[in-house]
């Protein structure tokens, strides 16, 4: 190993290229900073290279070929026949991956950071050290954030070294259409899945843990849901402990346990939603004095420091959030907190999607989480079918519920399953975030014909005025 005989002073060192961490350093850049970026892999991190782009530019094939079967109601001939090619797909994805990362490498250069290829742990509470094959170098720093993201772990008792026994992100890397996927959880990262091999062609089994009876939504969302994953006639099963895991030679045996005794499944593949461990063990963070929790993962605060006021943690390696659009914001704030701006992050009103069988789209307190924290109530739903936007573009299947708080109209929850509920999410967040009011929602002008008029009138449903509900 070469040794570098001095270290490198910089103001602000990022470990780690994810969207928390590349978000940290271009903003800390834009204000001045002088930034170093290490990444021990590909910039984008897993996020970008493995899972939120690659599950969904699945999920918008899988829109595509839905759709496609779909078009002879519009008077198209010439779709009977349209097939799917999963090559053609990770061809497509690898360009695009490509592409992106590439993206990233010309915003860090145009914002003149500096990137460093290795593996970087810390020394002291102001130095770090970074490996990079036999090459070795320390790094003095000012401020250092840490954006080290997370890993799936597999779950004890299962087999972890069979490509039949899917994990993570290993859906999205398959060469293959599995002729018949289980799919062991009930997290947005299990229904997004299902609904795109199912649209590929797969048979598709969801196995619900034995706490669970349905999924995390709303329960008027809930219920739809499992409508349409029975239309699509994917198999739930409910409240079902999954006792064993045997890799076979040409699929994989499940045995399941439920109040109704004990059965086998016989699958191609098995997908097993699992949790996540922080990679923060190779960090040496006890030389820097850092905490973390039992687990790996670094508390912070709501300007993103950890216990070291100079040291910062962001996105999936911290205790305070799991999704990319939380490390994002996070990032922003850690790189604007390291110039000297007063920035704050706020875990409240982040909203959850899913692209799945019909996308679901959610912000707020649920009608249940409403009534538990002692809120007096008014809850309205609007069905799509009565939407004049979904009728003509057939996407009638879909509700948009509204929770709000009688005694002074303030919004409290959104929640939609449907066709444009991703789409329309954003306007809920602000509203929420403004504590708007029913009048808030329902005074502005909506598009005619379109999705949208669905969230105006869930809104007016609130108050007995809703013309098509």
């Given at each position: 190993?070469?040794v ?103 915003l860090?250069?145009?914002n ?15 130095e ?26 597999a ?99 499940v ?9 086998t ?149 959104y ?10 999410i ?5 509203v ?38």
């Open positions: 190993m070469v570098g005989d001095f270290a490198h002073e910089r103001e602000v060192v990022v470990i780690g290229g994810g969207p928390g961490g590349y978000h940290a350093a271009i903003r800390a850049a834009q204000l001045g900073k002088e930034v170093t970026i290490i990444e021990n892999q590909k910039l984008g991190g897993v996020c970008l290279n493995e899972s939120c782009v690659p599950s969904k530019l699945f999920a918008n094939a899988a829109g595509k070929l839905d759709e496609a079967r779909d078009m002879e109601s519009f008077g198209i001939k010439g779709y009977e026949k349209v097939s799917f090619d999963i090559n053609g797909l990770q061809e497509r994805k690898n360009k695009v991956v490509h592409s992106l990362t590439q993206g990233v490498e010309a860090l250069k145009k003149n950071i500096e990137k460093v290829q290795g593996t970087a742990f810390f020394i002291s509470d102001t770090l050290g970074v490996e990079n094959q036999d090459a070795f170098e320390k790094y003095k720093f000012e401020q250092v954030i840490i954006a080290t993201g997370a890993s799936f772990s779950p004890e008792n299962i087999p972890d070294n069979d490509d039949r026994i899917l994990f993570g992100s290993s859906l999205y890397a398959m060469d293959e259409t599995p002729e018949h996927l289980a799919l062991y959880g009930s997290d947005y990262i299990t229904l997004e899945a299902a609904a795109i091999f199912a649209s590929f062609g797969s048979e598709i089994t969801i196995i619900l843990d034995q706490e669970k009876d349905s999924f995390s939504f709303d329960k008027t969302i809930n219920k739809e849901l499992l409508r349409l994953l029975k239309k699509r006639k994917i198999k739930v099963y409910k409240k079902t402990k999954m006792t064993d895991v045997t890799a076979l030679k040409d699929g994989v045996h045995t399941l346990i439920s109040s109704n005794g004990e059965l499944i016989e699958a191609s593949h098995l997908f097993v939603s699992s949790d996540k461990s922080a990679n923060t063990s190779g960090l040496r963070l006890e030389s820097c004095g850092v905490e973390v929790s039992a687990n790996g993962f670094i508390p912070i605060t709501n300007t993103t420091q950890t216990n070291k006021s100079h040291v910062y943690a962001v996105g999936d390696t911290t205790t305070s959030g799991s999704l990319a659009v939380e490390a994002i914001k996070q990032g922003k704030v850690a790189g604007e907190q390291a110039a000297g701006e007063n920035s704050e992050w706020d875990p409240g009103l982040c909203p959850v999607v899913a692209h799945t069988v019909k996308p679901i789209a959610v912000v707020g307190l649920t009608e249940e989480e409403a009534l538990q924290e002692g809120y007096n109530i008014r809850v309205s739903q609007f069905p799509l079918a009565s939407n004049g936007y979904a009728a003509l573009s057939n996407e009638k299947e879909g509700i948009v519920k509204v929770v709000s708080e009688k005694d002074t109209d303030v919004i409290l929850g929640h939609a399953i449907g066709c444009g509920s991703i789409e329309m954003s306007s809920a967040v602000q929420l975030e403004m504590g708007g009011r029913i009048e808030d929602v329902i005074y502005p002008y909506y598009p005619h014909p379109s999705i949208n008029e669905a969230w105006l009138e869930a809104a007016e449903g609130l108050l007995g005025k809703a013309v098509h509900g």
